[in-house]
């Protein structure tokens, strides 16, 4: 049964994981009068423009902080894309950081009896999951994580969306204004359909407690197919300007990565993981179609007009600027787990690996409630002092805060954890918001470098162990 109340019921609330982005804003724009909207935001609100929106504060690393925002809703859309670094220094790659993020959230909505999960997402190709660009697989994994607990699960998958304030669209309308002659490399012959940003809001609603959509992959586009250097052509013609658009057989993912970057006025961390995508056909698979209702589809030249002529953006509350430690450190790393371990079998395994790895440097004690304290050579004072949270701690994922030590600046801030992911095919080690008591150019080059390195060799260790 659909769990869409009757029109003398309350309104469902709907949470948004990254209201502030794009198709978030443009979503509350929208529908703030059909939903009880609740935005979510690392930071404070200073003044929220609709009072009949609400918005949660929330840190997305932890869990505790994503159930306290998930309280209380019945559908939550997930929009978060772990582009760019919250903290001073970040260890890890986007796709630890999203992966980590939606197992995060997947987590809360359980604890929190939320109904269903909606991620907006990329096209898929048919392909085998290990020749797929890392962004697109980064994707894949997030989907396959949000949807491996109890709530329904609502996969939408998109190319790109056209409308005004798209980052991917900008970018094309760029990279047009800019350059009268377009070189273009042989990704631009491959093959996409993309949608307006009318159209994906509209499936985005009719996704919204609709039993015939749990548990379902849709993917989603315009009727036309396109390639990304027709694209250019058409976006040309719609902006009145005349450009030479012509392919060269030869042009490496370097170079694309930069020319993009410098005359589409994008950021890298934007450009590279798109760019790297586009080797890929992005076509909407008929098996996972949008069938739900028909839809009277924008053509392309019609929703490039209204990206371009449009001067209105959806309003956004201001916040307040966001009070924390200036340095602080986060540091994530994936090891494969081969033997389907436990991450209380593998936490277990580090405090033992750790002292012997450096037995004539680091000495381990641990309390017999699971805390361990890592001293240097003969020092009574520890480097570092971890403390279980057994309330918050189960077999996939065991949490340590960080208490003590002289490597450590404040001990009521950052957290170490080991977890499990993707049905226990990965482990995930992380450091949260650790702030270091050594100076800060002293730090980076010292003991980060060296945090990464027993990392990687704690790897090759568990690695070296499967093997047996």
């Known amino acids: 049964m659909p769990f869409s109340p009757a029109e003398n019921k309350p309104k469902l609330k709907v949470a948004i994981a990254g209201a502030g982005g794009y198709i978030g804003s443009w979503f509350i724009e929208q529908f703030k009068d059909k939903y009880h909207l609740i935005g979510l935001s690392r930071k404070k609100v200073k003044s929220n423009p609709y009072p009949e929106v609400e918005w949660r504060q929330v840190e997305l690393y932890s869990i505790t902080s994503t159930v306290e925002a998930l309280k209380g809703v019945d559908v939550a859309i997930y929009l978060v894309h772990s582009m760019n670094?919250?903290?001073?220094?970040?260890?890890?790659?986007?796709?630890?950081?999203?992966?980590?993020?939606?197992?995060?959230?997947?987590?809360?909505?359980?604890?929190?009896?939320?109904?269903?999960?909606?991620?907006?997402?990329?096209?898929?190709?048919?392909?085998?999951?290990?020749?797929?660009?890392?962004?697109?697989?980064?994707?894949?994994?997030?989907?396959?994580?949000?949807?491996?607990?109890?709530?329904?699960?609502?996969?939408?998958?998109?190319?790109?969306?056209?409308?005004?304030?798209?980052?991917?669209?900008?970018?094309?309308?760029?990279?047009?204004?800019?350059?009268?002659?377009?070189?273009?490399?042989?990704?631009?012959?491959?093959?996409?359909?993309?949608?307006?940003?009318?159209?994906?809001?509209?499936?985005?609603?009719?996704?919204?407690?609709?039993?015939?959509?749990?548990?379902?992959?849709?993917?989603?586009?315009?009727?036309?197919?396109?390639?990304?250097?027709?694209?250019?052509?058409?976006?040309?013609?719609?902006?009145?300007?005349?450009?030479?658009?012509?392919?060269?057989?030869?042009?490496?993912?370097?170079?694309?990565?930069?020319?993009?970057?410098?005359?589409?006025?994008?950021?890298?961390?934007?450009?590279?993981?798109?760019?790297?995508?586009?080797?890929?056909?992005l076509t909407v698979n008929q098996k996972y179609a949008f069938k739900?209702?028909?839809?009277?589809?924008?053509?392309?030249?019609?929703?490039?007009?209204?990206?371009?002529?449009?001067?209105?953006?959806?309003?956004?509350?201001?916040?307040?600027?966001?009070?924390?430690?200036?340095?602080?450190?986060?540091?994530?790393?994936?090891?494969p787990n081969f033997n389907q371990n436990s991450a209380l079998w593998v936490a277990k395994r580090y405090k033992i690996w750790l002292p012997s790895y450096f037995r004539f440097l680091i000495r381990g004690i641990s309390s017999s409630t699971g805390d361990i304290g890592f001293y240097l050579l003969w020092f009574k004072k520890p480097m570092l002092q971890l403390t279980l949270i057994p309330d918050r701690s189960d077999h996939q994922r065991q949490l340590f805060y960080i208490t003590g030590g002289w490597l450590v600046k404040r001990f009521d801030y950052g957290w170490l954890e080991f977890r499990e992911v993707l049905d226990s095919r990965y482990i995930l080690t992380a450091i949260h918001e650790f702030v270091p008591r050594l100076p800060w150019i002293i730090y980076i080059n010292t003991q980060a470098r060296m945090h990464l390195w027993v990392m990687n060799s704690f790897r090759k260790y568990l690695e070296k162990k499967s093997e047996n």
């Not at 924008?298 to 953006?313: C, F, G, P, T, W």
Request: proline share 6%.
């Open 292 to 335: 739900e209702k028909e839809i009277d589809f924008l053509d392309y030249e019609e929703s490039v007009k209204i990206a371009l002529s449009s001067n209105q953006r959806p309003k956004l509350p201001t916040f307040y600027k966001k009070k924390g430690v200036k340095n602080t450190v986060r540091s994530i790393q994936r090891i």
């Open 85 to 281: 670094a919250s903290t001073r220094l970040n260890q890890g790659s986007f796709e630890d950081t999203d992966l980590l993020l939606a197992d995060n959230f997947s987590r809360a909505a359980e604890l929190t009896d939320v109904k269903q999960i909606i991620y907006l997402g990329g096209l898929i190709p048919d392909e085998p999951e290990e020749e797929l660009s890392r962004h697109l697989k980064s994707r894949l994994e997030v989907e396959k994580t949000l949807g491996s607990r109890k709530a329904k699960f609502t996969a939408l998958r998109a190319s790109i969306i056209v409308g005004p304030g798209g980052s991917s669209f900008d970018m094309i309308r760029n990279l047009i204004n800019r350059l009268p002659v377009l070189m273009c490399p042989k990704w631009t012959e491959s093959l996409t359909q993309p949608i307006s940003l009318r159209d994906t809001l509209d499936i985005l609603d009719t996704s919204i407690g609709n039993p015939n959509l749990f548990n379902k992959i849709i993917e989603i586009g315009s009727p036309e197919v396109m390639s990304y250097k027709e694209m250019l052509k058409r976006t040309a013609e719609v902006m009145g300007k005349k450009r030479l658009v012509f392919s060269v057989p030869v042009f490496s993912l370097g170079l694309s990565k930069f020319w993009v970057g410098l005359f589409g006025d994008s950021p890298p961390q934007l450009v590279s993981p798109l760019v790297e995508s586009l080797r890929h056909q």
